[in-house]
């Protein structure tokens, strides 16, 4: 029907409109209602255009990471009341697209000749309190025809990324320097902290030391079990979507660490998590206990 008072308007100089109705079977009256509309038509028109703006911008400020949800989520902070399904017809609309999962490789080598560690998480992914229960892994970077390799220590109560590092190998010390970032990012109080890994490089003896020195607890999946460790394979799956790792290679290890440190930042402080109500990590840490989370470094 629209298309048809389109084509009347457009005509009705060079026919009458009673003809063209008649001809296109449409009444005079509801032709001319729709030309009365047009004022809030093209009000409308704009305000969907203004929309779809500030939706690409979010869009592009993320990334281009965040689908549908996380910009609904973020045009409500930003005062606009809009429901989810209309986002993401702006965005099929306009061809704006979040990132998405991708299948990974493991990195996870059991020592056969480390001793037992307990499961002491048994896939309970959840903690009262921040500095309770911690979690981490290893990940790899392709770097020009080598690699990078980047461990993590994550809050499982915040999910904020607390410690890392970042280098050519996967020995201890990568995840030891891990473990000592995110100490020392808690101000060194992190006596009987639950750290929960995969059997791989922080199995061996030189981890435990480091653990036992810290007064770190550690607790250990079956090897092979992605659900075992699950919040560390989701965190490093939301970091290779975002950073898009299986269509790109880095030229240069500089590269490549600024891309990884720069996301990181954004993700401990912009990025907002569905698991905490779409909060970043940093802000919902201030929602908990703002008095004493305020000084934590990202």
């Not at 320097?177 to 902290?193: E, I, K, N, P, W």
């Not at 970091?239 to 660490?257: G, I, M, Q």
């Not at 912009?270 to 201030?286: F, I, K, N, T, V």
């Amino acid at each position: 029907m629209t298309s048809r008072f389109r084509f009347i308007s457009t005509h009705r100089a060079i026919w009458s409109v009673k003809r063209l109705c008649r001809i296109l079977a449409v009444s005079r009256s509801g032709f001319y209602r729709w030309v009365a509309s047009e004022p809030t038509r093209q009000e409308r028109a704009a305000g969907e255009d203004a929309l779809a703006e500030q939706i690409t911008r979010i869009h592009a400020d993320s990334g281009g990471t965040y689908g549908s949800p996380r910009v609904t989520v973020e045009l409500h902070h930003q005062g606009v009341r809009v429901n989810r399904k209309r986002v993401e017809r702006i965005m099929r609309q306009r061809d704006v697209v979040g990132r998405h999962l991708r299948r990974r490789k493991r990195t996870t080598i059991a020592d056969p000749a480390a001793p037992p560690v307990p499961d002491l998480i048994g896939r309970d992914f959840t903690a009262a309190a921040p500095d309770r229960r911690w979690c981490g892994d290893i990940t790899y970077l392709r770097v020009g025809e080598s690699w990078l390799y980047l461990a993590t220590v994550i809050d499982i109560a915040t999910r904020r990324l607390i410690g890392w590092s970042i280098n050519t190998h996967m020995r201890a010390e990568l995840v030891i320097d891990a473990l000592d970032a995110a100490v020392a990012a808690r101000g060194g109080h992190v006596q009987d902290v639950i750290f929960h890994s995969d059997r791989g490089s922080n199995s061996g003896g030189g981890f435990a030391d480091a653990c036992r020195r810290h007064g770190v607890r550690r607790s250990m999946g079956r090897v092979g079990s992605s659900y075992d460790n699950a919040l560390a394979e989701s965190f490093f799956a939301t970091l290779k979507r975002e950073l898009d790792v299986d269509r790109r290679t880095w030229t240069s290890e500089a590269d490549a660490r600024r891309d990884v440190f720069r996301w990181i930042a954004f993700y401990n402080h912009r990025r907002r998590h569905s698991a905490l109500g779409y909060l970043s990590p940093a802000d919902y840490e201030q929602t908990l206990t703002p008095t004493t989370l305020h000084q934590i470094a990202a």
